[in-house]
């Protein structure tokens, strides 16, 4: 039996389930497909946890800051414990060339509303006792950074979601869809069939096959990337540290110190190993741990409790692709989280909600621009 909904949400992960709530919350009945077995068990549950503003341009910057709002006052206003820890983002400059990238980016960076600083070295030390000081220039800091738990973030979504009347079809998924007079009116699963005013393509690894379905060319390209986790320990840094510099077989490394004590942390390979494989590697915590002994000795004796591997769902540009699609008028993309959906979803949950009641403020008409679905991909994010 075809049951209809005023907006189909199809992907129950990072973006998928802040946008269903906020989309039920402002008063609309809401259906969320999803064929994996339960809200984010794709990528969302594979992310290290990191809320960052500290981005390059407006849009990603305007949607994270008020990520960074909602989510640092959860437990106040929801009152669920999120794991959440103000303990900021840095980025270490140990050759000219970054410190000039980064120094020039915070100008930009404080136009935009950004709250970041930078550190002498002796100044960064205090905040990260016992980092490299050898050829160390300075760092940035964003204090007003932080991190929390995926899992507990999505399970707070997922139930105020559930209690705001959104249906959920897990282990569903989607396999065509019928478009009439160049709208969507019905979208088919391999268990049944269902028609709304609006559709939401949340679908994050599967974005380019949703696009598929309906003839449309949607730029978004996985790569694999490997995440890992030590015991937990007595706090003995704060910000997450992001070391920019190229290294054999790695493009950047970054780690930091949860609200539990456990230090988490990730490589960006180069180059990318594209496509969706989940296993992970024996190359991966050798390459990682020398990289971050080498620029933090004290974390030389932690025990390494796992590592995992997971997806960065990719554009040509580093930036989201979201909004209205010309060609299918009723069809909203929220997509190419370029492995940051975690940090911009509960931000990108309410602007998706804005796009669906076309009610877009002045401020969210220049996030858009930023994340064009029609732009040309020739720019690069800095902060990828």
Same mark, same amino acid.
Request: proline share 11%; net charge positive; aromatic share 8%.
């Given at each position: 039996m075809n049951k209809s909904y005023d907006v189909i949400v199809i992907g129950a992960g990072s973006i998928g389930v802040p946008a269903a709530y906020n989309l039920a919350k402002s008063g609309l009945k809401v259906l969320v497909i999803e064929p994996e077995h339960g809200p984010g068990q794709a990528n969302n549950k594979k992310a290290i946890g990191g809320i960052r503003a500290t981005h390059s341009d407006f849009g990603k910057i305007s949607v994270c800051l008020r990520s960074i709002d909602i989510l640092k006052n959860w437990q106040a206003e929801m009152g669920d414990d999120i794991g959440w820890l103000s303990n900021g983002y840095s980025y270490p400059a140990y050759t000219d060339k970054d410190a000039t990238t980064l120094l020039n980016l915070m100008k930009v960076q404080h136009s935009y509303g950004l709250n970041i600083k930078w550190l002498s070295p002796q100044e960064y030390n205090k905040l990260v006792p016992g980092i490299m000081m050898e050829n160390l220039i300075g760092s940035t800091f964003s204090p007003e950074d932080g991190s929390c738990s995926p899992l507990l973030v999505t399970s707070a979504y997922y139930s105020h979601a559930l209690a705001a009347g959104v249906d959920f079809h897990f282990s569903e998924k989607v396999t065509g869809f019928v478009v009439q007079a160049g709208k969507i009116t019905e979208v088919k699963t391999d268990k049944g069939s269902y028609s709304a005013a609006m559709f939401v393509n949340a679908a994050g690894n599967n974005a380019r096959e949703i696009g598929t379905l309906l003839g449309l060319d949607i730029p978004v390209f996985p790569d694999n990337h490997e995440a890992g986790i030590t015991e937990p320990v007595v706090r003995f840094f704060e910000p997450m540290v992001v070391d920019m510099r190229k290294a054999p077989g790695s493009a950047n490394f970054y780690f930091y110190q949860n609200n539990e004590g456990q230090v988490v942390f990730? @490589?960006?390979?180069? %180059?990318?190993?594209?496509?969706?494989?989940? +296993?992970? =590697?024996?190359?991966?915590?050798?390459?990682?741990?020398?990289?971050? @002994?080498?620029?933090? %000795?004290?974390?030389?004796?932690?025990?390494? +409790?796992? =590592?995992?591997?997971?997806?960065?769902?990719?554009?040509?540009?580093?930036?989201?692709?979201?909004?209205?699609?010309?060609?299918?008028?009723?069809?909203?993309?929220?997509?190419?989280?370029?492995?940051?959906?975690?940090?911009?979803?509960?931000?990108?949950?309410e602007l998706v909600t804005r796009i669906c009641h076309n009610q877009l403020s002045a401020d969210d008409h220049r996030v858009l621009k930023s994340f064009d679905p029609y732009r040309q991909f020739t720019g690069q994010e800095a902060f990828k």
């Open positions: 990730c @490589i960006t390979p180069e %180059p990318a190993i594209l496509g969706v494989d989940n +296993r992970s =590697t024996s190359e991966f915590l050798p390459l990682c741990s020398k990289r971050m @002994i080498e620029i933090y %000795p004290r974390l030389h004796n932690l025990k390494v +409790r796992r =590592t995992w591997r997971g997806q960065y769902p990719m554009t040509p540009d580093g930036f989201p692709i979201v909004g209205i699609m010309n060609e299918v008028p009723n069809l909203v993309n929220a997509v190419g989280m370029c492995g940051q959906g975690f940090m911009l979803g509960p931000g990108m949950g």
